[in-house]
């Protein structure tokens, strides 16, 4: 069990061997059968996320939730996207054309290139990059631009103020999550992130790091847009942000794309602070990929639980609690850390 | 050189936060407000005009239609005031059962109150919670009008019909479980820091500009003006009760959120009291001796009562027919909206759906 | 109630007080001081209500005030000429006046001078005439 898709992965490899193709036509195929495994398994996760969004909500709040389209309600998001799909795409005039269309396109495209380095269990990593951390950060930011793009691009005063928010907010919680970060890679010295998995081997960053953990999870909730920081959206104030022309498919791409941004944080911080694969009290008959999406369900049901519980801040007091408690917090983290790596190295440890 | 320069955002009246069909035009220095102009009058029917070609009886429907969310204080305020103008003397059970329905009704319109600004300020959670019991209120307005919401419970004279059987033990159950729901809303909405970020300082209205623009209900109370008609100047039986007039301090919007919660324990108060009341009474009838056609005399009568928004009053003139001469309704949402403007500039868009969310208006009586 | 009460004490400065059936009476012309009065003397410090009905030939400006937070009302009318209808803001007098007297301005078409702010606030912009006039007719149903 533990390597069913490492041996799926190997026999595809060997099946391309076997017609003896150039080599590089091979890694071509082999990255394209991974993306198009990845790809499946964030749309049908992001699927799955809708449900249990709404589901969880409905327990919340003391309802229901769906409960009519297939048993359950199971069937209840591809009722929803099947009637999204079959609507018109309406594009309000004035509107950038090709960048209006666009946006929707590429917001998939950031969280996906990011999926390509997580490990999902052990030497599962579709790409195992040695600068991985890095390569996330940079990467997960590039979706500000699509927000942007999709304000911008509306030619409504709402999109755009959704738009300015946008950046505003991504580009004041990317530094402390960066710092934050910067405190797991300080003591395992790598970037790597199947490597930083093993390091927790013997104690989960969460217990070694617990105020970056926090500042990581605050930031996250931060990045994907979720209550109580969801001001881009903040369907109260400026109706949807950037989304507020969007229609049909367009703005169930945008909507899906939340989803897996909250799947991606959730990964990273899977994979950064709670030991990825790894098993918890020698629990191994459970195999490691199952391990990996347990603590990211438990982390995605901390953002659900979060979102149906508070209300939205405003937006000095986003960008003061960012600048003024998170940044200093988390450089006030990385001192320490780095003195206690150097005092702990002095005493042998 | 950088130029900057102001805009204007059309907020509504199509905007999820503006309870309806308000139009605010906000005059944006980024996102800091510098001027709000509210533009109300999408829902205006004209109900003033069309009062005075109905009879008094039939006015009553149209005031359901005002304050669509405390639709029984809206028919107790016109009935209060035709019976005032023609000197009638209502039975004791329909008084009780009259200030039972009203204050279920103003529990009904505060939980909404509660709920929505709960909302407005992005917390779903908090708008379910308040709307559990206010379903269980319209069910049992359902019991005794048939109607959730346009009631028209109320007649000139008394109310239509006795309290139904099953309404007894419905009440008992609700009056039972309401305080700790209200614990809930404390525990869910009051004590949140967030919600007590976002509300705690902003929008302040102060004691006197309160008194000044006429500020009334909840919104007055909040900022620390103890003025409730149904202290100040019992109206019905209402002096037979024993409730406080909660205040708040500061009167930001916190404060006018909060006196609402209190209200809401205070209503429950009113309506404990009354039904014990109710019960010992013997069983009676529910209207008064009235004519079949109502002749009020010459002359005219201004009626207020406490509304769930602040006060309502009736203006009603009548020349000796079966209509109405003319019937003015003071309506609180419009006026405690006049000051929107002052008390959104300097903040943010954020905060303008939040102080607009504290004043709790309902646009049906905004417009009329 | 004690509009008696005010209507004796003030007769000497206003001439044209009057009282009739708990109602203060006065003229246009004397209405601004006399509310004056009544706020800083009788601290009737509460604009609750300000309406104004039309009875053919003349309307009736009626202002409700309430000492707050005693609770007591007093009903103040004035009498206004059809043709010119006009009267004086109590806007200085009470700020809370300026939507009662837009609103009275956009049903019944009655000036309010002084107002800092006189449009319609109910009716739309390019509405004709002032429906709760007695004479208003509304002609015809739909736009054509």
Redesign the interface.
Known sequence: MENIFVNISGSIRELIGVLGLPPLFNEAVMITVKVTGILLFIVLNALWLVYMERKVAGYIQCRYGPNRVGPKGLLQTAADISKLISKEIIIPSGADKILFLLAPVLIFTPPLMVFMVVPFGQNMAAVDLNIGVFYFLAVASLSTVIFWIAGWASNNKYSLLGGMRVVAQMISYELPMVLAVLGVVMITGTLNMSDIVRAQENLWFIFAQPVAFLIYFIAGVAECNRVPFDLTEGESEIVAGPFTEYSGMGFALFFLAEYTNVMLVSFMAATLFLGGWLAPFGLTIIPGWAWMLIKVYIMIFLFMWLRWTYPRVRVDQLMGFGWKVLVPLSLANIFITGVAIKVLDKMGW | MLRTEE?T??MGPQ???THGVLRLILHLDG?TIVKVEPV??YL?R?I??LAEARTYTQVIPYTDRLDYLAAMLNNLGYVQAVEKLMGIEIPERAEYIRIIVSEMSRIASHCIAVGTY?????????F??PF?EREKLMDMFEMISGSRMTHSYMRIGGVAADLPEEFYPAIKKFLKEFPSCVDEYDG??TG?E??Q??TKGVGVLSQEKA??????GPTLRGSG???D?R???PYGIYDRFDFEVPVGEKGDCFDRYYCRIQEMRQSHRIIEQALEQLEELPGGPVMAKVPKVLKPPK?EV?H?IEGAKG?L?Y?V?SDGTTKP??V?I?RPS??N??LLDEMCRGW??????AILGSIDIVLGEV?? | MESNKVAEQLQEYFQSIGNNRKVLTVSPDELIPLMYRLRDEYEFNYLTDETAVDYGDYFEVIYNLSRVPQGDILMVKTKVDKEKAEVPSVFEVWPGAIWFEREIFDLLGIKFTNHPDLRRILLDDSFEGHPLRKDFQWVGGREV
């Open positions: 805009f955002l059309n905007h999820p936060a996102e109300v009058g205006h004209g003033e005009k709960a909302l407005d300020l992005g917390g779903f959670t908090g379910m919670y559990r869910l909405i949140n967030i919600f970020a976002r008194v000044q623009y006429s500020i009334s003006v103890n003025y008609l202290k100040a100047r002359g201004y207020e006060i009053g203006y003139v001469y003319r003015h003071r419009f006026i909206l006049d943010k868009i954020a905060d303008v759906v417009d009329c």
